[in-house]
Every structure is written in C-alpha cells, then in structure tokens.
C-alpha cells in the first residue's frame, strides 16, 4: 500500500526557509511521479512543484521558482522541497501526493495525483 508522510513544517519568518520532506513507502520513485501542493485558508489546492519518475524532469509553479528546489534521495525514497525567501503567501498546509505513472513527465495538477500524504503546516509570518 502506498503511503506518503510529510514532515518539515513550521513557523517561519518572510525571507527564511524550510525544508519539506515526502517520505514515500509501498512504492519506489522511479515508479511515481511526485508532486508537492499546497492550500491555503479558503482557497483551492494548488500545484508548487512536481519531479518525474526518473528524477530528471521537474517543474514549478510561476509563484515559488527561483525560490523553491524539489529533489529526491532514491536511497530514502524521500522527495524534498527546498523553500527559499519565503513570503506571507507561501503559508499554507502543504502535502506530496504520488502517481504511479508510466510517463516521462510530471505535471500540477490536482486530478493527475491519486495518492496524498497527511499535510505539513508552513506559517510565514512575522
């Protein structure tokens, strides 16, 4: 059974940064796309970073690149996110969500995922 858990979240200053981690089990990650989304309080669950199944395809929201860096350790079988220069707007809980996919690319969108981790808090404030 394929199981995602996220950890990393907190309280944060605008500027500062935070490292997510997805731990993913029941499934290794050159079988799985992996996307992180993120929701913020009465709005929609949006995409912020997705990587393929080979580790070398990734993608960002316009919003967070330059800012966030998604990567993977295939011998944790952990995908991370990196967030950079965090502002206000980043706060949000944030999940991995995994799909096992036979395609070269990864996308952000919501539907295309089939498998979701519990969500991890990030609060940007100051």
């Known amino acids: 059974q394929l199981q995602l858990v996220e950890s990393g979240g907190g309280l944060v200053q605008p500027g500062g940064s935070l490292r997510l981690s997805c731990a993913a089990s029941g499934v290794t990650l050159d079988r799985a796309a992996i996307g992180w989304f993120r929701q913020a309080p009465g709005k929609e669950r949006e995409g912020v970073s997705c990587i393929s199944r080979s580790g070398g395809i990734t993608d960002y929201a316009g919003s967070v690149k330059g800012r966030f860096t998604i990567s993977r350790d295939d011998a944790k079988n952990t995908v991370y996110l990196q967030m950079n220069s965090l502002k206000p707007e980043d706060t949000g809980i944030y999940y991995c969500?995994?799909?096992?996919?036979?395609?070269?690319?990864?996308?952000?969108?919501?539907?295309?995922?089939?498998?979701w981790g519990q969500g991890t808090q990030v609060t940007v404030s100051s």
């Open positions: 969500a995994a799909a096992v996919t036979v395609q070269a690319m990864c996308g952000l969108r919501v539907k295309s995922f089939g498998s």
